[in-house]
Nanobody, 121 residues
């Protein structure tokens, strides 16, 4: 019984900023890697940014220098600060986390429900 709930999506003009947040809740033993993915209509889901439990980050080339991923281990949250947004950033953004629950010994991939980000004039 683990859920990932996302927030922060919306409509923004090119050059604007948004901050996405994702909170994990439930019977959590530990959280390993966390990340943000996006999927536009008719396209495959792609990795936007990821962060390990140790704090190492990885970004898609298209968002380097504009997006910043961070996590708060005390709150079981991961965030994505998106600056200088472009129309091509328009997509549904999904939170992902590898979680070990209170009832199993192995890591399980969990996904958020997705939040819409639209960048348009």
């Amino acid at each position: 019984q683990v859920q990932l709930v996302e927030s922060g999506g919306g409509l923004v003009q090119p050059g604007g900023s948004l901050r996405l947040s994702c909170a994990a809740s439930g019977s959590i033993r530990s959280i390993n890697d966390m990340g943000w993915y996006r999927q536009a209509p008719g396209k495959e889901r792609e990795l936007v940014a990821s962060i390990t439990s140790g704090g190492s980050t990885n970004y898609a080339d298209s968002v380097k220098g504009r997006f910043t991923i961070s996590r708060d281990n005390a709150k079981n949250t991961v965030s994505l600060q998106m600056n200088n947004l472009k129309p091509e950033d328009t997509s549904v953004y999904y939170c992902n986390a590898k979680i070990r629950t209170s009832y199993v010994d192995y890591l399980i991939n969990y996904w958020g429900q997705g939040t819409q980000v639209t960048v348009s004039s």
